[in-house]
């Protein structure tokens, strides 16, 4: 099986517990950095009657904060729709939103329309697609012009002083022991360091997305660097 494959039948075999697993191992945090950033976006963003796609959606958490975050600050969402090749995951969403429209599909092969989304969103997501520059060129074909790419990820560090030694400590050694108690797929959660070890650090995955002809409007750290928000326009 490719590596693409496997990760996505990882997502498969960990999606029942996902939420539970989640909310634990991120003490809830998870919730706060969402809110933040699709405020931010909402607040960045004027136009109204909003087409928003969630790719890489999971269970659908982004698509219940942006619908929050827009009722909140009184934006409507015209459409919003969530993207994701796993098959567990989407039917765990579609249980979560009844009436909306998901569709299986990976990030860099989307079967959506030319310049019709006014924000993308992409929430711990963009580290498990193999084919990244695709999936960003993907992101701006699909965006309106001067519509809003939304990424949160966990980025790669230096590996230097005390929060960057808690912060390791935490992902190698206590979350694989709690994700893997809740999931009974210990191997799960041990790919979840790996793969931001393997990731990009926040400056070299600017240069991608500059590289893509975005506009990169917004870099924030949240809770002392464990999460990354990027904000980016397309121009
Ligand atoms: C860590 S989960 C994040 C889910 C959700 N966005 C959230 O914030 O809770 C990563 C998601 O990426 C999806 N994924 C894996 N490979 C992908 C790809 N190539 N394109 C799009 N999504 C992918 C997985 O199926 C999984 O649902």
């Keep these: ?32 950095w969402r809110k933040k950033a699709c405020e931010r976006v909402l607040n960045l963003y004027l136009k109204q009657d909003l087409n928003i796609i969630d790719v890489a959606c999971g269970t659908g958490d982004m698509i219940e904060i942006w619908q929050k975050s827009a009722l909140k600050l009184k934006k409507n969402i015209n459409t919003i729709k969530g993207i994701d090749p796993s098959k567990v995951m989407l039917e765990i969403a579609k249980q979560r939103f009844k009436d909306l429209e998901f569709i299986e599909a990976k990030a860099q092969n989307l079967p959506l329309e030319l310049e019709n989304a006014d924000i993308v969103s992409i929430s711990y997501g ?24 939304l990424v949160l990820e966990f980025t790669r ?25 809740i999931s009974k797929n210990k191997e799960a959660y041990k790919y979840l360091p790996n793969s931001i070890d393997e990731f990009l650090s926040q400056e070299e995955f600017v240069k991608e997305l500059e590289d893509v002809d975005f506009k990169v409007l917004e870099l924030k750290d949240f809770s002392f660097g464990i999460s990354s928000m990027f904000i980016a326009q397309k121009v």
């Design 157 to 181: 560090r230096e590996k230097k002083g005390f929060i960057a030694f808690f912060r390791d400590f935490y992902l190698k050694n206590i979350l694989p022991f709690i994700g893997g108690l």
């Design 1 to 32: 099986m490719q590596k693409q494959e496997k990760i996505i039948e990882m997502f498969n075999q960990i999606a029942p517990t996902y939420d539970k697993s989640n909310r634990i191992l991120s003490f809830g945090m998870d919730i706060n």
């Design 126 to 149: 963009i580290r498990n697609v193999m084919q990244r520059q695709e999936a960003l060129r993907e992101f701006s074909r699909i965006l309106k012009k001067d519509g809003i790419l």
